[in-house]
Nanobody, 124 residues
Framework: QVQLVESGGGLVQAGGSLRLSCVAS????????LGWFRQAPGKEREFVAA????????NYADSVKGRFTISRDNAKNMVYLQMNSLKPEDTAVYYC?????????????????WGQGTQVTVSS
């Protein structure tokens, strides 16, 4: 079973940057697709970005394309989310998640392991 722990959230002004980190533990975590989701107050959890086990493939939600970058370091069992040009609407709890395979729709149900979340607040 994969276990995930996020860090790096905080309060930032609009236009600023944050880098989220997630450490994954588990015997075969390097073979998993890793992703980031977020959930704003009163809203459903939504897909943000995902990266394949090798890092060769990535996918982003339209709302973050060109501003966020996902990366991973399999030697350290880490996945990162670099967030630039942050907007108030990016305010949410951000969750790291793991899936056994690269998915087509990046639905929540495709990801079987989740972290506890880290709060990102962007002030205007």
């Amino acid at each position: 079973q994969v276990q995930l722990v996020e860090s790096g959230g905080g309060l930032v002004q609009a236009g600023g940057s944050l880098r989220l980190s997630c450490v994954a533990s588990g015997r075969t975590v390097s073979s998993y697709t890793l992703g980031w989701f977020r959930q704003a107050p009163g809203k459903e959890r939504e897909f943000v970005a995902a990266i394949s086990w090798s890092g060769a493939s990535t996918n982003y939600a339209d709302s973050v394309k060109g501003r966020f970058t996902i990366s991973r370091d399999n030697a350290k069992n880490m996945v990162y989310l670099q967030m630039n040009s942050l907007k108030p609407e990016d305010t949410a709890v951000y969750y790291c998640a793991a899936a056994r395979a690269w998915t087509l729709r990046f639905d929540l149900a495709d990801f079987g392991a989740w972290g506890q979340g880290t709060q990102v607040t962007v002030s205007s």
